[in-house]
């Protein structure tokens, strides 16, 4: 079948990128004066949120509410207005305002859409400068450059660009019945698609049929790529699969998984349905709902 996955959630992001622009200081300096430039504040790992009546919302702040050590990172246009990201050690909330994790902010549900997608990307540049202040060949501090898009080493000339780490998460399907796992860090009840990073000289294909050897002990014939999804805890890249699985039988890497089992599609309705006492599907905003749900429409599959 012909397969039409729906674009995840944290996708499709609005802003114009204008990636030209990072190059050019004087646009740079003229962007970060603009009285209609805003910025995304982070603050311990935690994103501005403003408290409303529908749920959560971005805080756009004008660039001077928090200074930074670094300049703010240039995120894109909206329209002809600037964005810009900034992350601080410590700063206070302004009043109806308070600073969330933003995993726990997906997950409650409220908090989704256009303003989810930005502050994900947001969250993975800002997150990279935090942890990679210096050289990773000499040692030595690093500096921000390009906008934000770049880390330069005085002392070796080092170039370093933003980390982005490839995963694949799979839909493994058996005679119209998919697998589904509980890892032991999961809560309680927490069933969800099996999922592992990508390693060096694999291609996608061949990271969804080892993981799924490893971590179900069943083997994949044909693999399918489907839909991506940035997943920025920190700077994962998810590639959503599907896979036609070889065997029945489950025999798990118990490390990680404690259950593993086939459902079919009346079962995946009823969990979906919160009718299931002993399984509770994947979280809002995550791609292993948004790919179970497209298995469940029919929307993709084999
Ligand atoms: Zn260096």
């Not at 079948?1 to 995840?8: D, F, G, R, Y």
């Not at 504040?41 to 009546?53: P, V």
């Not at 700063?91 to 994790?101: H, N």
């Not at 693999?223 to 700077?235: E, G, I, K, N, T």
Request: net charge negative; hydrophobic share 40%; aromatic share 8%.
């Amino acid at each position: 079948m012909k397969q039409n996955p729906t674009p995840p959630p944290l996708t499709g992001a609005s802003l114009d990128r204008a990636a030209h622009l990072r190059d050019d200081p004087e646009a740079l300096a003229r962007m970060a004066g603009d009285p209609n430039a805003r910025m995304v504040l982070f603050s311990q790992d935690q994103t501005l949120f403003r408290l409303t009546n529908t749920g959560l919302a971005l805080e756009w702040l004008p660039l001077d509410t928090a200074p930074s050590e670094e300049p703010p990172i240039f995120l894109g246009l909206d329209g002809t207005e600037p964005r810009f990201v900034t992350r601080v050690e410590d700063a206070e909330a302004p009043d109806d305002c308070k600073f969330i994790d933003l995993r726990s902010a997906l997950f409650s549900g409220d908090f989704s859409g256009d303003e989810a997608a930005i502050v994900a990307g947001a969250k993975a540049i800002s997150g990279w400068h935090a942890s990679h202040q210096h050289c990773a060949r000499c040692g030595a501090k690093t500096s921000p450059a390009q906008g934000g898009w770049k880390r330069e080493c005085p002392t070796c000339n080092g170039q370093h660009f933003p980390r982005t780490d490839p995963v694949v998460i799979m839909l493994v399907v058996k005679d119209e019945r998919v697998a589904v796992a509980h890892n032991v860090n999961f809560p309680d009840t927490l069933y969800s698609l099996i999922a592992g990073f990508v390693e060096p000289g694999e291609t996608i294909e061949e990271a969804v049929r080892r993981e799924t050897l490893e971590e179900l002990g069943i083997r994949c014939g044909r693999v399918d790529y489907l839909c991506s999804q940035p997943w920025p805890f920190p700077a994962g890249l998810m590639f959503g699969c599907i896979a036609e699985a070889l065997d029945d039988e489950f025999t798990l890497e118990e490390a990680e998984l404690s259950e593993a089992c086939w459902l079919d599609r009346d079962a995946l309705a009823a969990i979906f349905r919160d009718e299931n006492e002993k399984i509770s599907p994947p979280r809002a905003g995550s791609i292993a709902a948004s790919l179970l749900k497209d298995w469940l429409d029919g929307k993709v599959g084999y």
